[in-house]
Nanobody
């Protein structure tokens, strides 16, 4: 069983930055693909960024050019550096993991393990 715990959310003004972290318990990070998803009330869950078990990163449209995903396998920790934040980035951000990976990293149904979420609020 894998447990994921996110942190780092908060309230910032537009143009600011936040760094989200997701600590995973009881697994070797190198065997898993991981991703950040977000969901605002009344909207679909959206893939923001993903990183496969080989360390290859991919970004959804919302994250390209502003967000950076990284993984520290030694610390079993996933990060999301978010810069130039906009009010439309306001959402609950979730960390997700699945053993192996491959294609479809932005298909949320693919992921087996989820964190409880961390709220990001960006004011104009």
């Amino acid at each position: 069983q894998v447990q994921l715990v996110e942190s780092g959310g908060g309230s910032v003004q537009a143009g600011g930055s936040l760094r989200l972290s997701c600590v995973a318990s009881a697994y070797g990070a190198s065997r898993y693909s991981m991703a950040w998803f977000r969901q605002a009330p009344g909207t679909e869950r959206e893939g923001v960024a993903a990183i496969d078990r080989d360390g290859n990163a991919a970004y959804g449209d919302s994250g390209k050019g502003r967000f950076t995903i990284s993984k520290d396998n030694a610390k079993n920790t996933l990060y999301l550096q978010m810069n130039s934040l906009k009010p439309e980035d306001t959402a609950m951000y979730y960390c997700a993991a699945v053993r192996g990976g491959g294609s479809g990293l932005f298909e949320w149904r693919k992921y087996v393990y989820w964190g409880q979420g961390t709220q990001v609020t960006v004011s104009s």
